[in-house]
């Protein structure tokens, strides 16, 4: 499973990115205002900080407009992939990029219908978001079951990207369930090195260790 880092904090990233265990990164408008920074810059910066793929959102909501977007956007480098929204404009420009060779994730994907046409429109990526259907009261984790069931009936490529995850037993439910990849904030990411026995543990470890007056080296 690839695990992607949701973010536009730079410096943050980097800081994970050397355990290399971030796969890429996912950006979102809300992300990109919080960071207060020139989106094209930002871009290019985290493209430059990890090889892995690097989702960048268009802003139009016309197929004219994402196509000029998407464009501008794939151009910074060779690994970005252009986020694109699930309309019916969204979909007809991703299926227009899949022609020009151009990888996108389709993003803001609420049911296992839409899942099914992102795939058919040749997305790379479908982002099913998982902390929001929570939300609004239903069971997120259900909608990467159900995608991961048609994806495998029909042999289609599109990887399974889990976004909106909200805590590190999402991810763990969402690899239990087939995920491709699953994008996760910076906190939740840090979380997933921790368990409290682990810290339990090590401690006593240590402690006894230290009785030992022993050195390794
Ligand atoms: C994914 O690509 C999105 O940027 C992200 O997962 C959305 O998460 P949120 O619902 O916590 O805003």
């Not at 000029?68 to 910074?76: F, P, Y």
């Not at 159900?146 to 889990?162: G, H, S």
Request: charged share 20%; net charge negative; proline share 5%.
């Amino acid at each position: 499973m690839q695990l992607f880092l949701d973010t536009t904090d730079v410096a943050v990233l980097k800081d994970l990115a050397a355990t290399g265990l971030v796969d890429g990164v996912t950006t979102n408008p809300t992300l990109i205002a919080k960071s207060g920074r020139p989106m094209l810059q930002v871009i290019a910066e985290i493209c430059a900080a990890v090889e892995g793929p690097v989702s960048a959102e268009v802003a139009a909501m016309d197929t004219a407009g994402m196509l000029d977007e998407g464009r501008k956007l794939a151009s910074i480098a060779p690994n970005v992939v252009v986020k694109v929204p699930l309309t019916r404009d969204g979909l007809i420009a991703t299926r227009e990029f899949a022609h020009e060779g151009i990888a996108t994730n389709v993003t803001l994907c609420f049911s296992a219908a839409q899942a099914l046409l992102a795939a058919k429109a040749g997305a790379t990526y479908i982002s099913p978001f998982i902390g929001r259907l929570d939300d609004y009261g239903a069971e997120g984790m259900d909608l990467i079951v159900e995608i991961r069931a048609i994806y495998d009936n029909y042999d289609f490529d599109t990887e399974i990207l889990a976004a909106s995850i909200r805590n590190p037993a999402h991810v763990t439910a969402a690899a239990l369930a087939g995920a491709d990849c699953a994008t996760i904030p910076p906190t939740v990411f840090a979380d997933l090195f921790k368990h409290p026995l682990t810290e339990k543990g090590l401690e006593q470890f240590m402690s006894d260790w230290a009785k030992t007056g022993q050195s390794i080296l």
